[in-house]
């Protein structure tokens, strides 16, 4: 069996966490990379008190922690993993870009990246008492989704392997069924 490792990506509020909550299957496993390097944080005596946090704590350090302990993680029984995580960290001193070299590292076979409506995300972010971060500009949010799209591809381009696109409309149910079948452990 060829595992096929997913890195599905897109805005902090563009509905990444929700839809993979509902795809998953007895024969996938979820990661958030979020989680990961706050625990591996943790671990290593450098926690922090919230995921939120990990915008302004060290890009290096997190993604090395993320590196390791998704290796340490990963289930090699599993057909599929997804890695929740983003390609650019909104952070107060301005957006960082993740290096291809962490995908590389993690062995991603492919990139989703849910692309969602600007007003959505903002609406969302407003909702989500969870979290502490800006809930932004609908315009400031397109501009910051366009970077994340096109460093997505980018990041594709250099390790070769595919990005698709998925916008989130009106019509969930066919977001999730056009998810559902990019999730699925063999290609269809």
Known sequence: MTQKLIAFTGLSGAG???FLARLKTPTMQILQAEEIIKSARQTFG??????DDLRSAD?????DLLVGEFVRLKDRSAEIVVLDCHVVI????????VEAAIFESIGITGMIFLRGSPEEIVRRREVDRSRRRAAGVASDLE???EIAHAHAQTIC???RVPLTTVFL?????????ELRSLLSPVDQ
């Not at 890009?59 to 993604?63: A, D, M, S, T």
């Not at 409309?169 to 066919?174: E, H, I, L, V």
Request: glycine share 8%; no cysteine.
């Open 90 to 97: 909104e952070a107060e001193s301005g957006l960082s870009r």
């Open 143 to 145: 501009e910051i989704q």
């Open 157 to 159: 381009d250099l390790l």
């Open 169 to 177: 409309g009106d019509d969930n149910a066919a977001t999730e069924r």
């Open 46 to 51: 450098q926690a922090v008190s919230a995921v």
């Open 16 to 18: 990444k966490t929700t």
């Open 59 to 63: 890009l290096g350090v997190n993604q």
